[in-house]
C-alpha cells in the first residue's frame, strides 16, 4: 500500500462557493472539479489534522463539504494531535465521516504534543521522541485501513456486502 500527502493549503479552494449542494454532483467551478477528480482516485483515507479548540480545522471541514458521492464507502480515519491528542476533534470528524457516507476504522492515531515538545519557532524539537510512543497504534491503523482496501476491493460476497 502507498501512501500520498494531499495538502490542503497546496489545494488552495476557496471557501464553499459551489450554487448547488454537493449531493447533486452538478459543479460550476473548475477546482470543484478537479477536487471531485483527486477524491476520486484514492481508495481511502488517512486525514491528518491539529485539534484547535476541541474541534478540527474549517479549512479541513470546507475541503469534505465541496463533495458528497466521491467520498462514499471509502474506507477512513484520523491521526490527531494537540496538547491533549486531539480526541474532541476527531470525535466532531468522525461525525462528519459517517454522514459522508465515508466508512471510518475502529483505529485512530491521537498525538500528545506539548508546549516542551517544540522548539521557539513551533516545530518539533525530536520528531523521534514525540512520535515513537505511537508506532504500534500506526501499525494497527495501517493494518486496519489494509484490510478495509482489501474488502472493497473484494466487493460483495454471495451474502451481500462485506463487513
Not at 454537493?22 to 467551478?29: G, P, V
Not at 489534522?49 to 474506507?75: C, T, V
Not at 462528519?96 to 521557539?120: A, S, Y
Amino acid at each position: 500500500m502507498r501512501y500520498e500527502l494531499l495538502d490542503l493549503a497546496e489545494i488552495d479552494l476557496p471557501f464553499l462557493d459551489e450554487p448547488l449542494k454537493a449531493a447533486q454532483q452538478q459543479y460550476e467551478h473548475e477546482h470543484t472539479r478537479a477536487w471531485s477528480r483527486t477524491v476520486s482516485a484514492y481508495a481511502g483515507f488517512v486525514f491528518v489534522f491539529p485539534q484547535y479548540n476541541w474541534g478540527y480545522p474549517a479549512p479541513l471541514k470546507n475541503a469534505l463539504d465541496f463533495l458528497y458521492f466521491e467520498w462514499h464507502d471509502k474506507p477512513a480515519t484520523s491521526v490527531t494531535y494537540g496538547t491533549r491528542g486531539g480526541g474532541k476533534a476527531a470525535e466532531q470528524f468522525h461525525g462528519v465521516l459517517e454522514g459522508l457516507h465515508l466508512r471510518p476504522l475502529e483505529h485512530r492515531v491521537e498525538v500528545v504534543i506539548t508546549n516542551d515538545d517544540v522548539d521557539e519557532a513551533w516545530q518539533l524539537r525530536d520528531v523521534d521522541a514525540v512520535l515513537s510512543p505511537y508506532r504500534e497504534q500506526v501499525r494497527q491503523l495501517d493494518a486496519q485501513l489494509l484490510e478495509a482496501l482489501i474488502d472493497t476491493q473484494e466487493g460483495p460476497g454471495p451474502d451481500g456486502p462485506r463487513s
